[in-house]
């Protein structure tokens, strides 16, 4: 069953506009992860927040938790056509492992 | 070159043969993932690794076999592949768990399978 549920599952934008993507999971978790899939590729992770982290930033990237609505947003500020990919969101609800559950993704178009 | 790499990167096979994909990572990361990816479902846990010779069942275990006699390598085996099967699988490894909870996880760039 899928931890965590993305939304919108697909978002087009202009080039240069702000895309603002949400996860929503079910349990508790330690931490929340987002990453990013290009087109035939394989995922590679854009960040981390830990369950007492309320925000975090990297680059143009801002990503929001909040534990009460188990909730997570990923704002990509400022977005340029190679923005372009899907992205998932990951929960870490394990305790003793590592494993991580995906979300289905969001599909990003950035119109150039 | 350093990193996680996944062979072969497409196959096409029969029903009722036996395919073995490849996944080798060379950060001596402890954990090894197997990830099923197909439209509407997004990505689906396989089988996982916490270290040599321990693995354990992810979300969609029925039709694989896994075995991890070494570290770097984590090979994934569909005994009998059957049309249902046709999918992308990811590789992904990760180091143990610390503070932050679960580590971040690197992909491998996939092996997209077909089978006929």
């Known amino acids: 069953s899928q931890q965590g549920e993305e939304d919108p599952q697909a978002l087009s934008i202009q080039e240069g506009e702000n895309a603002t993507m949400n996860c929503s999971y079910k349990t508790s978790i330690n931490n929340l992860q987002w990453y990013r899939q290009n087109s035939g590729r394989g995922l590679v992770h854009l960040i981390l927040i830990r369950s007492n982290e309320r925000e975090k930033h990297s680059g143009r990237l801002r990503v929001t938790l909040d534990t009460s609505k188990k909730s997570s947003s990923l704002l990509i500020t400022a977005s340029r056509a190679a923005d372009t990919a899907s992205y998932f969101c990951?929960?870490?609800?394990?305790?003793?492992?590592?494993?991580?559950?995906f979300g289905k993704g969001i599909t990003l178009s950035v119109r150039p | 070159d350093a990193g996680i790499t996944q062979s072969p990167r497409y196959k096409i096979t029969e029903t009722g043969r036996q395919v073995t994909l490849m996944c080798h990572q060379t950060w001596s990361h402890s954990y090894m993932f197997w990830y099923r990816q197909d439209l509407g479902h997004g990505l689906r846990l396989i089988y996982y690794?916490?270290?040599?010779?321990?693995?354990d069942k992810g979300e969609v275990p029925d039709g694989y076999v896994v075995s991890r006699s070494k570290t770097e390598n984590f090979p994934l085996t569909l005994e009998s592949a059957t049309r249902s099967q046709t999918s992308v699988y990811f590789c992904?490894?990760?180091?143990?768990?610390?503070?932050?909870?679960?580590?971040?996880?690197?992909f491998g760039p996939g092996t997209r399978l077909t089978v006929l």
């Open positions: 690794s916490a270290a040599a010779d321990i693995t």
């Open positions: 992904a490894s990760s180091g143990l768990r610390g503070p932050r909870g679960a580590d971040t996880q690197y």
């Open positions: 990951a929960t870490d609800a394990s305790g003793a492992n590592s494993k991580l559950t």
